[in-house]
């Protein structure tokens, strides 16, 4: 049938249509389609009662048709909004991430850091604070059994608790694991060491943690966190060097400037909300620590603890440091000698009652290749010059350290190649006339100078004092107090300190006429000056880089709920470490809190991070950044000197009773190191417990085993003092390429830390 009106069609002329002849059955429309679903020759049972299903139906050729209702849709679930840090499959990773990469992640948290590519964050604009904890002493070995924790790990026991770890230890990623029989003894591992060459994705993907792959001392963190990360220390692989893995999370980089300036740094600038903070010269006072991360002789005065005075002695006998080698302490009895009474000290008065004297020698290379005492300098607080002597050497002078200068023999001019970058600007001329000996200067020193109220100031003074072989518990090292850019062990030069702050030129004709020790003593003086009238945070601010705690100040701070919020106030940092951070790293952080040991640590770190509720300490609900360090671990493997602070454990009295210990290259036993490693997870733990909801917390060790690097490195020294001044054959210590390439694997290795990344 064909439509010939304009009128809407009816349902029932559809039906008609169906019931006609085939050519009528093209018919387009809803209604076409609806009429031939209901047309007879559909199966009956399509056509059962409505009844039956519940559903409507409507008649069509005397029989019910029932129409079922589409189910409603499922509802998507809310996904969740809480922060969420890990792995993603999706990532590409070409080598270790760096500490840098870490530091780039805390800035993305809380700062203006672009978005990190090496890991996968969902809501991270919910988190509020990250805690980073340094942890020296952790190695990928201890997860994959290269080092075993304990020979029988039922008889472990953590504060009284016994620990249960005979279980397989940990996963590589591909289902290769270390076995551990049943009685407990760790077999040979299948996963390849951190020591071998990374050659596989496998050393640099990060690893699963398993509860029920690790072994008992570790346990804990699995719950902590989902992957061990491989991290790579800062260093140059060319020259065998590691530098700072504190520094490398605590400088955060600079925008290059486009600006171009000639060579050599540019002055030191000051912000513009700077204030200086005069501070009196006692508060720059170099610690026991830092005397001996410097390799300072320590004077006696200094221990108090007779364990200590007693591996001091020890120590003088092995580094040839006594008085029977010439060797002379200052006459001070005791540090409190020094004290001055607050009557006797002038108001506002920078030296607080003390003699400031700066001091500064120059050296040159007698027989048996020593450096000795040629000329010493000593300037007054008020520019004066209390001494300046030339001084005879015992031994007869090899090389002067002042290029083409003749020596003893007739028309033979010392090797410029031969020397040093220390140019004494002494002459055989000089000398020659002069009658003054060692023993005469320590004399003087030691009479009329190093008194109790003395305090002696210098650039590197370790090398000066060793020179006069002399020791003084009161100094101050221009290297100490302005620190390197890239952080310990290195040292920035005094010329280069000069230009800075001081923009003055010193030491100039690049040795030609050598160097002036009168000039570099002021020089000195004038930055111990500027120092004390800019306050202790002057000369913390990196020439490639800044701060993270001034990084992050310019942040502004999220409101935080019950805590009363500033306008504009930046985010707040934390330091928290062994000794007196606020003396050197911990400057710029709003809150510095030194500990003793691991456990003050853990204290501190729940103070800064949650506030303290009287407001005494820190007020508003705690800071945004913490970075602390736990130091057990690394002072009983023996990378760290564990004799520099009390440690209150049983295991390091015994390592510092035992004179053997101060070897760096002595291993703790098994269960002496299984027992640290617990006791550090378990300070792990506690600080993971006490973090606030959404709470970013990262842990990483720093660097590998170094110990090895640091030996080879010594080794290296030796073998190129005694080459100066002897011959190959007459060398107790060869250096050839074979030591060479053993310094270089070493230093790989020392710089391949781990990490671990987790939210609260």
Known sequence: MTRTDSKKRKLAHYEQDANADTQTTNLLGVGATLAHLQ???????????????????????????????????????????????????????????????????????????PSPSWVSLRNHEAIRKVVVLMVPGLEKDMFNGGIALEEKISNLEVDGAPVNGSEPVLENGQGHVTQIDTKGTIQAPVIKSAASTMQSPDDYYPIPLSNDRLVGPLKQLAKIFPHLWPVKAPGDDKLSRIYSPLHAILTAPL??????????????????????????????????EELRDNEYTIHPALLTVPSEKEEEVIRHLKAEETAEKGWRDS???NIDDGKVAEQDIQHGSLTAGREVLTIDCEMCQTEGGASELTRVSVIAWDGGIVLDKLVKPDKP????????????????????????????????????????????????????????????????????????????????????IFQHPRGPPLKSSLKWLAQRYLSKEIQQGHGMHGHDSVEDARAC??????KCEKGPKWG??????????????????????????????????????????????????????????????????????????EGKIVSGGGVDFVWA??????????WWNSNRTAIDSEVSRRQMSNADVANDDTEPTTSDLAAAVAMTVKCISDVYDSLPPCTAFIVYSGTGDPREMGRLQARSRQAREEFKTKKWDECSV??????????????????????????K
């Open 540 to 613: 913390t601010i990196d020439a490639a880089g800044e701060s993270i705690f001034k990084r992050l100040e310019r942040v502004q701070r999220p409101p935080i709920s019950g805590a009363s919020a500033i306008a504009d106030e930046g985010r707040l940092g934390a330091v928290v470490d062994w000794g007196q951070p606020m003396r050197s790293f911990g400057t710029l952080a709003k809150v510095c809190i030194g500990c003793e040991n691991d456990a003050d640590v853990v204290e501190g770190v729940k103070l800064a991070i949650n506030g303290d509720p």
């Open 629 to 638: 360090r736990l130091r057990k671990l690394e002072a009983v493997r023996g």
């Open 525 to 530: 003086l004038d930055l111990l000056k500027q």
């Open 331 to 333: 006459d001070v009895n």
């Open 734 to 759: 060869h250096w050839t390429d074979v030591e060479e390439q053993a310094l270089r694997a070493a230093a790989k290795k020392a710089r391949n830390g781990i990490g671990f990344v987790s939210v």
């Open 397 to 480: 002078i090899v090389d002067y350290l002042t290029p083409y200068v003749l020596c003893s023999a007739p028309f033979i001019v010392t090797p410029f190649t031969n020397m040093t970058k220390r140019f004494s600007g002494i002459t055989k001329e000089m000398l020659d006339p002069v009658t003054t000996s060692l023993s005469d200067i320590q004399s003087r020193f030691v009479k009329d100078i190093l008194h109790p109220k003395a305090i002696l100031v210098g650039h590197s003074l370790n090398a000066d004092l060793k020179a006069l072989k002399l020791t003084h518990p009161f100094v101050i090292d221009t290297s100490i």
């Open 39 to 113: 047309s007879s020759d559909l199966p009956p049972s399509s056509k059962s009662s409505a009844a039956e299903d519940g559903g409507e139906a409507l008649p069509s050729s005397g029989e019910w048709q029932t129409i079922k209702r589409r189910p409603a849709k499922k509802q998507k679930a809310e996904k969740s909004k809480y922060p969420v840090i890990t792995h993603s499959s999706l990532a590409r990773l070409q080598s270790q991430i760096k500490i840098a990469d870490l530091q780039s992640l805390v800035l993305y948290l809380l700062g203006d850091g």
């Open 255 to 288: 925008p290059k400037s486009k600006e171009k300036r000639g060579h050599g740094p540019g002055p030191a600038k000051q912000a513009e909300s700077w204030e200086d903070a005069r501070t009196p010269v006692t508060e720059f006072l170099s610690t026991l």
